[in-house]
């Protein structure tokens, strides 16, 4: 299949296009690169350097090279800066989106899988988190995200899109070269492992007290190759279900203290942790229920145990110290 992949010179979006043209799959990624990297391109992906807002070229692309489906990952995702810039969020998640999927219908593209996200619970009354739970988002990042939900139910019931939407929950750790190279880095492992890195003194640990059984935050943690097989399951999928919504996650939860004492026997560093004030808004528990994802797409996590998953991490940090070039930059 000839598959669009925006966002693709992204962190998940690079997984995806290298497991796609594994898969056996032609992919054009279009990325406009204010965040990610030609060197995590797939070598045997067309690259075009482009806006998701930009109508005209969007339907230039997908016309000139036949594609059949898209896989859209472009957006901005730091939910705190969304509580700051919502207009950009809003602008970049939703109404780009919105332009993307005017220029399928005017290519007859008639396959989306879209990238969504755990933050359009919020709070969540009951963990683990099903795809019933209310959608209540507690920022802007989240709500732009719920606004292309909804879109994607109309489209679907009035011009026959079919669509998949995948809500995951803490995306992490690495192939043998791709991984996770945001700037600036705000997720938990990478941080974790800039200490024994020598690029930060120490890790912070907000809240300690939390009704959990250390009294800090859990979350669930996902392979970033996992979350690849579920995207490609969900694209086959889509040949005979024209609506697929699931969570993406391992449906086991992992605390702040857990991360960091594995990431202490994956590293053999101390790594200092420093207690810190609760964050506004931070829940105590999200896990996802992962029940529905595995029965629609028969998918099950090949990566579930955290120390796997921080291990991937390290070692791709290892492999490349420097990380990528700076966002934008040319292939070598």
Not at 250 to 266: I, Q, T
Not at 295 to 319: C, F, H, M, N, T
């Amino acid at each position: 299949m000839k598959v669009l992949v925006t966002g693709g010179a992204g962190y998940i979006g690079s997984v995806v296009t290298a497991e796609l043209i594994a898969a056996g799959h032609s992919v054009v990624v279009l990325d406009n690169l204010s965040h990610g990297y030609c060197e995590a391109v797939h070598k045997d992906a067309k690259f075009i350097q482009g806006e998701t807002g930009d109508g005209n070229h969007l339907h230039s692309v997908l016309k000139e090279h036949s594609i059949e489906a898209v896989m859209h990952f472009a957006a901005s995702i730091e939910a705190g800066e969304s509580m700051k810039v919502p207009e950009q969020f809003f602008r970049n998640n939703t109404a780009n989106t919105l332009t993307l999927l005017e220029a399928m219908l005017s290519a007859n593209v008639k396959k989306f899988v879209f990238s969504s996200t755990a933050a359009l619970y919020g709070n969540p009354d009951t963990t683990p988190i099903q795809e019933s739970s209310p959608l209540r988002p507690t920022n802007a990042y989240g709500e732009s995200k719920l606004l292309v939900e909804r879109m994607l139910e109309w489209f679907h019931s009035i011009h026959n899109l079919r669509y998949s939407a995948l809500r995951y929950f803490n995306a992490a750790g690495a192939t043998e070269t791709l991984g996770e190279d945001h700037v600036p880095e705000s997720h938990l492992i990478p941080l974790i492992l800039m200490v024994p890195r020598g690029l930060r003194q120490s890790i912070s640990i907000y809240g300690t007290d939390y009704p959990t059984k250390d009294g800090t935050c859990i979350r669930d943690y996902i392979h970033v190759l996992d979350i690849a097989d579920a995207h490609i399951r969900a694209l086959q999928a889509l040949d005979e279900k024209s609506q697929i919504i699931c969570n993406l996650g391992n449906g086991v939860g992992f605390s702040v203290r857990e991360v960091v004492d594995v990431a202490r026997k994956v590293t053999g560093h101390a790594i200092p942790a420093i207690e810190s004030p609760r964050r506004p808004g931070d829940p105590a528990i999200l896990i996802a229920s992962s029940e529905k994802v595995r029965v629609e797409l028969g998918w099950k996590p090949r990566y579930p145990k955290l120390e796997d998953i921080v291990a991937s991490a390290w070692r791709w940090q290892q492999r490349f110290p420097q990380g990528y070039k700076q966002p934008g930059s040319a292939n070598a």
